[in-house]
């Protein structure tokens, strides 16, 4: 189990959509029913519901699969648009050896 943080999370250097509302522009962009998408997925028309209104947070294979079916990349799911936007949080460059 994970130690509880000492402090909080600064805030994110962006103003990021909701995923759930990202994954309901895209299918609907795709033409999809949420039944046709949840069909795809593996998952109820329920459980796709409620990953749209964001009461039902999404775990990384979730993530993927939606991004799958969406034919869309994870950065565009989560709202990540452009290097500027990851600028603070990338890793300082390490030469390879």
Sequence with gaps: MSKPR?????PLPIDI???GKKIK??????GKTQ????DIIGISRTALDSYESGRNHLNDEMLIRFALALKVSIDDLVG????????????PSVPLC
């Design 35 to 38: 039944a046709k998408l949840s």
């Design 6 to 10: 000492k402090k909080p999370l600064p």
């Design 17 to 19: 959509e909701p995923i």
């Design 25 to 30: 522009e895209y299918r609907k962009l795709r």
């Design 80 to 91: 990540i648009q452009s290097s500027k936007q990851t600028e603070k949080f990338s890793a």
